[in-house]
T-cell receptor, first 114, second 112 residues
């Protein structure tokens, strides 16, 4: 049973517009959430994170929103740039028998069109 | 410069061979992790370590083994590679008490 889901496998956005990537989770014990960006044949790059005690965190063009009641988080990128084209993974952190682990979604491939 | 290194980046090998994937870091982080990712799928945790001589299995069952003899080094070994081991293997690190993990560039393994 997948605890973190990214239901959109792909998203296409015009350059300069807003990109919104969504992520849903089922485990209410998750207390920290992260977004990673991944280019082909490279490792994921950390983008932004949010603690479960907050509902918004902003860093430059990237903003993450957390809706705990809906168990939903989203990543907003504005304005979108061609270099943002990549696969984006959301991840959730849980404490499991004293170990801190990340659970990942399947990723959304974002394409920014000029 | 603080970084995470993985070698080799790409490996094509025959069935039955023993392989070791290297991961080393100059981040100064105590925690290290190995993930496995198939194309189009999520990352799955296969091993982790919280320090020297500490190793634990992750959520995804794996036939690989790991060791942590030095803080900066966390190699992964497959005693007998099989085609089902074909995947991308990603190493990550994190500072003690911090939840953000940082990833190396990965190793793409193809077992024929």
């Amino acid at each position: 049973d997948q605890q973190v889901k990214q239901n959109s496998p792909s998203l296409s956005v015009q350059e300069g517009r807003i990109s919104i990537l969504n992520c849903d989770y089922t485990n209410s014990m998750f207390d920290y959430f992260l977004w990673y960006k991944k280019y082909p044949a490279e490792g994921p790059t950390f983008l932004i994170s949010i603690s479960s005690i907050k509902d918004k965190n902003e860093d430059g063009r990237f903003t993450v929103f957390l809706n705990k009641s809906a168990k939903h988080l989203s990543l907003h990128i504005v304005p979108s740039q061609p270099g943002d084209s990549a696969v984006y993974f959301c991840a959730a952190s849980e404490e499991d028998e004293g170990a801190q682990k990340l659970v990942f979604g399947q990723g959304t491939r974002l394409t920014i069109n000029p | 410069e603080a970084d995470i290194y993985q070698t080799p980046r790409y490996l094509v090998i025959g069935t039955g061979k023993k392989i070791t994937l290297e991961c080393s870091q100059t981040m100064g982080h105590d925690k290290m992790y190995w993930y496995q990712q198939d194309p189009g799928m999520e990352l799955h945790l296969i091993h982790y370590s919280y320090g020297v001589n500490s190793t634990e299995k992750g959520d995804l069952s794996s036939e690989s083994t790991v060791s942590r003899i030095r803080t900066e080094h966390f190699p992964l070994t497959l005693e007998s590679a099989r085609p089902s081991h074909t995947s991308q293997y990603l190493c990550a690190t994190a500072r003690a008490g911090v939840k953000t993990q940082y990833f190396g560039p990965g190793t793409r393994l193809l077992v024929l």
